[in-house]
């Protein structure tokens, strides 16, 4: 008897060890970031399930875009490769979507499978090396409050995330609160130490948001209103991080940039070094092609130069801003 006992614990301990070396290293986070969800989502709803239920197909069609996702995250690919990933994936042919960035370019495509998951992945390439990686993924099937019934449309399947998906997902997620995707992202430090030889200045590890700023979202350049966190960094007399911007591989923020060191400048607060007068110049008459956006027109093609922008209209849109 003794001995059985003895067999039987041997084997729970080793199921255990088994089931924890499994586990995402991201799970117990993850577990936390969806009990934060639905402790919120509580708040306005006593009870909710899933508009309809998920199929066994739409299950495994998700485990499948899981793993992707997790090789995306997780591994050092060329874009050849996970371009070569996902036509396997799929079983056809895919296009990104590109933005130049100026000496960078942002590469995006939406990655549809046959599950609930429909998933977006995005990818930063400079000096030819993926420096930023991002997954944004959201259910077609969404949760809706049964008590008080009412629908919740913009909100995630979180109910099928946290029994089928949860342990699956080896990359950390976080939801965004009002608009119903789950989001993740990570930058490649390794891959951009700053070197002041090659003429930019890179942005430190531990600047997770402003990475995100740069190698991301500052993909448009805006001709009427200042960049709200450019607003922040000015009010807030950075200058020392407004002129390693001023340097960096992407044109847009380089420019934003600019433009908060003009208001700055143009308003008394701060006198220009020789060094960074002479770089505004360079990117005031750089050739290189951006992305713009007026009121009336969306994402049109050409160099700063060509948009005229004054001295006086920075000072003005800097001075509009609350």
Aim: hydrophobic share 40%; with cysteine.
């Amino acid at each position: 008897m003794k001995q059985f006992l003895l067999s039987l614990f041997l084997f729970g301990a080793v199921l255990c060890h088994h089931s924890s070396f499994a586990q995402s290293r991201f799970y117990r986070n993850n577990q936390i970031a969806i009990d934060r969800a639905k402790a919120l989502l509580s708040k306005s709803c006593h009870a909710y399930e899933s508009v309809k239920p998920t199929s066994a197909g739409q299950v495994k069609a998700d485990k499948k875009l899981i793993a992707f996702l997790n090789e995306f995250y997780n591994n050092d690919i060329p874009v050849t490769a996970i371009a070569k990933k996902l036509d396997a994936f799929l079983g056809r042919k895919w296009a990104f979507d590109t933005v130049n960035l100026g000496s960078c370019m942002k590469y995006q495509v939406a990655v549809r499978s046959e599950g609930n998951i429909q998933a977006v992945v995005s990818f930063t390439v400079f000096q030819q090396e993926v420096v930023y990686k991002r997954i944004s993924f959201e259910t077609s099937i969404k949760t809706r409050c049964v008590s008080p019934a009412k629908d919740v449309a913009d909100l995630v399947d979180i109910n099928y995330l946290d029994i089928f998906c949860l342990s699956q997902i080896d990359f950390p997620v976080s939801f965004c609160a009002g608009c119903g995707k789950v989001e993740c992202d990570a930058t490649n430090y390794s891959k951009i130490k700053s070197d002041d030889a090659s003429g930019y200045k890179l942005i430190p590890a531990d600047s997770t948001n402003i990475n995100f700023m740069v190698w991301y979202r500052n993909d448009t350049y805006l001709t009427e209103n200042a960049d709200a966190d450019f607003i922040t960094i000015a009010n807030n007399h950075n200058t020392y991080l407004l002129y390693r911007l001023l340097f960096s591989p992407n044109q847009v923020a380089a420019i934003c940039s600019l433009e908060a060191i003009t208001y700055l400048e143009g308003t008394g607060v701060i006198k220009l070094p020789d060094y960074i007068a002479q770089k505004i110049e360079e990117i005031k008459n750089s050739p290189l092609q951006i992305a713009w956006q007026q009121p009336d027109l969306v994402k049109k093609g050409g160099a700063y130069k060509d948009l005229n922008i004054t001295k006086e209209k920075i000072i003005a849109k800097y001075s509009k801003s609350p």
